[in-house]
């Protein structure tokens, strides 16, 4: 069409040419934002990051680590942390915190989690998982098994564990006990610088048992338990307690005496005066006194748990560990859970009596020597 002066006015366009052309323009643009120019990229830095760099620092956190949280939370972080923190190198440096599983949350995938880490050759998990399934499972071959494994590696307390079973025929019968294994065991352990193993060794040598008697090397030995004892607790820095305090003489006419005054105290170690903090238990002890506390307390008919607190071994047969035999309240799995717990707490409530009975009634002499002789104990506390 043109105009009085000739122009022509354009052409319009169809409706559906418009809409079209303005689509493909719209996807045109829209492309355009979603395509990033080279070199703008955004890296990956973690995926770029070499495997044996990431396993380096996944065996520092599991080394380290306070609680198993610490290790679940890197499973559940991504797939490859998950696959890489199940590596054998990474779960044989598992530290004992790592391992330690609370009794309550016990389950079938966290016995295999043991188990894993026990195969690929962690010493903590072939110990915290033998001492479950002897005594808590009564598994006694399989958990035995894994205690020697750990033994051979020269772990102190498998040692002195094993000692433990050889001294009192746990799993068996009476008649199963070793003495000069178990003191042998105990050697080892003592040798290692275990504490536990240096008092068994020591109250063994002063009493004969299972080895010829030698009061002066058990002194020693239980002297040197002490000055290592207080030499773990001041390499810890847990010093926020006075060393030093005074205790009331009971007895009159005598004067005042340092002694620990709290029950937070270590036993042993008050004859010097000392007042420092009891050690923490390992987790396998820590996790049979939970399995039992939970169970009632008792491992089963007529049978009951070491009076020491923080011991947790239970009796494997009616009768195996030596009792007190003027109360017949208290029994132990060691002469040295009989010291600690003597020094620590059953001194002041030891009562006698004319005779003590069992759950049926029956008087129980106790296997061991006629049970525990509070005289002997009380040469201890000089």
Known sequence: MRTRRGFCYPQTQPLSNMCSEFTNTHKRQK????????????SDFFDSLPDDLVLSVLTKLISTATSPSDFISVLITCKRLNGLSLNSSVLSKASNKTLSVKAKNWSDSAQR??????????????????MIRFYCLQNRGSGASLMAKAAMK???PSLYSLAVIQFNGSGGTKNDKDLRAGVALCARAAFLGHIDGLRELGHCLQDGYGVKQNVIEGRRFLVQANARELAAVLSNGNT???????SINPFPNQPPLLRVTTGSGCPLLSDFGCNIPVQEAHPANQFMSEWFSIRGGFPGQGMRLCSNTGCGRPETRKHEFRRCSVCGAVNYCSRACQALDWKFRHKAECAPVERWLDEEGEHV?????????????????R
């Open 365 to 381: 002499p106790g296997e061991n020597d006629g049970g525990v002789n509070v005289d002997e104990v009380v040469v201890l506390d």
């Open 154 to 156: 020269s772990h102190a």
């Open 113 to 130: 989690f043991l188990k894993r880490c026990a195969d690929a050759g962690n010493i903590e998990a072939c110990y915290t998982l033998g």
């Open 240 to 246: 926020k307690q006075p060393l030093l305090t005074w």
């Open 31 to 42: 492309r355009m934002l979603s395509e990033k120019p080279t070199g703008e990229e955004d």
